[in-house]
C-alpha cells in the first residue's frame, strides 16, 4: 500500500476517535443530561481545520488522478468528492448551530440530536466507504508515475491534533481522548 493511503487511513482512524468522542456526548444528550457543547464546537472546529481543508482535499487530488485514466467505480469515486463538498457545508452548518446554543439559542433536544446523529452517521459512512473499497481500489490501481504525480498535487500541513504536538485550540479534545484510552 502507498504511504500516501496509510497516512489518510491514519487520519481516519484518528477522525474515528473523535467521532466517538462525539458519539459520547450524544449520549449525554439522549440521556438528559447536557453534554460540553464547547467540545462539540472544537471538534466540529477540528472537523473543519483539518480534515475538511487538508485530508478531503489531498483525497480529491488522488481521486483526480485515478478518474482521469480509469473509469472502474468511478460513480464511487465521484460519489466520495460530492460527499467531501457536502461534509464541509454540513459541518460549517453543525458548528453554527451548536455555538448559537452556547449563546442562548433554543432548539429542541430532538433537533439537536438529529442533526449531531446525521452528522456522525454520514461521517462515519463515507469514512468506511473510503477504507472498504476506494483506498484498495486506488492502492491496486494507480501506478509509480500516478502517485508521482499526485504526491507533487497534495496540500500539506501538521495535524493540528494528532500531528505530534498538539496545538493549545484542541489540548481539551486531546485530553478526552487519551482519557477515554
Given at each position: 500500500m502507498h504511504a500516501l493511503i496509510t497516512e489518510l487511513h491514519q487520519d481516519h482512524v484518528n477522525l474515528g476517535r473523535l467521532l466517538r468522542l462525539l458519539?459520547?456526548?450524544?449520549?449525554?444528550?439522549?440521556?438528559?443530561?447536557?453534554?460540553?457543547?464547547?467540545?462539540l464546537i472544537d471538534?466540529?472546529?477540528?472537523?473543519?481545520?483539518?480534515?475538511d481543508q487538508i485530508h478531503h482535499p489531498r483525497e480529491d487530488v488522488m481521486f483526480r488522478v485515478y478518474l482521469a485514466s480509469h473509469q472502474d467505480r468511478a460513480d464511487v469515486i465521484q460519489r466520495l468528492m460530492s460527499e467531501h463538498k457536502d461534509l464541509v457545508e454540513q459541518s460549517h452548518r453543525v458548528r453554527q448551530m451548536l455555538e448559537q446554543v452556547t449563546h442562548s439559542g433554543v432548539y429542541t433536544r430532538g433537533y439537536l440530536?438529529?442533526?449531531?446523529?446525521?452528522?456522525?452517521?454520514?461521517?462515519?459512512?463515507?469514512?468506511?466507504?473510503?477504507?472498504?473499497?476506494?483506498?484498495?481500489?486506488?492502492?491496486?490501481?494507480?501506478?509509480?508515475?500516478?502517485?508521482?504525480?499526485?504526491?507533487?498535487?497534495?496540500?500539506?500541513?501538521?495535524d493540528p491534533i494528532f500531528g505530534g504536538a498538539v496545538q493549545q485550540r484542541y489540548q481539551a479534545i486531546y485530553d478526552q481522548i487519551m482519557l477515554g484510552s
Amino acid at each position: 500500500m502507498h504511504a500516501l493511503i496509510t497516512e489518510l487511513h491514519q487520519d481516519h482512524v484518528n477522525l474515528g476517535r473523535l467521532l466517538r468522542l462525539l458519539e459520547r456526548e450524544l449520549e449525554r444528550l439522549r440521556s438528559g443530561e447536557s453534554p460540553d457543547y464547547f467540545l462539540l464546537i472544537d471538534i466540529i472546529d477540528y472537523i473543519e481545520s483539518y480534515p475538511d481543508q487538508i485530508h478531503h482535499p489531498r483525497e480529491d487530488v488522488m481521486f483526480r488522478v485515478y478518474l482521469a485514466s480509469h473509469q472502474d467505480r468511478a460513480d464511487v469515486i465521484q460519489r466520495l468528492m460530492s460527499e467531501h463538498k457536502d461534509l464541509v457545508e454540513q459541518s460549517h452548518r453543525v458548528r453554527q448551530m451548536l455555538e448559537q446554543v452556547t449563546h442562548s439559542g433554543v432548539y429542541t433536544r430532538g433537533y439537536l440530536l438529529s442533526q449531531l446523529e446525521d452528522f456522525t452517521a454520514r461521517q462515519w459512512e463515507h469514512l468506511n466507504l473510503e477504507d472498504g473499497m476506494a483506498f484498495d481500489l486506488l492502492s491496486d490501481t494507480l501506478r509509480s508515475d500516478d502517485w508521482s504525480l499526485i504526491e507533487e498535487r497534495l496540500p500539506t500541513a501538521v495535524d493540528p491534533i494528532f500531528g505530534g504536538a498538539v496545538q493549545q485550540r484542541y489540548q481539551a479534545i486531546y485530553d478526552q481522548i487519551m482519557l477515554g484510552s
